[in-house]
């Protein structure tokens, strides 16, 4: 699925209020981490990822590896931090509801 830029432009805003849920320290990408990052998105849908300065890799590289691994988009990285995207169809929620990365 391509998101459409309005879609990617509306999630950007988004990620300005949301805290680090997923933390890659010094062991870098294990498969624990995509596990417990998998787990974020499919509860979330939108998740933040954060790199300890000591990882060694880029953050783009790493959110592209991520995004590659769990089947999700990158939305965008800043630094050493990177914002991932999936939509989870089983979430459920009303029209007008908070979206689930809000709640």
Known sequence: MTMSGKMRAAL???CNGLQATVHVGKEGLTQTLIQSLDDALRTRELVKVALNRSVDVSAKAAAADLAEAVGAEVIQTIGKTATLYRQNPEIEGKK????????
Do not use: T
């Open 12 to 14: 950007r805003a988004e």
């Open 96 to 103: 007008g509801d908070a979206p689930p990365w809000r709640r």
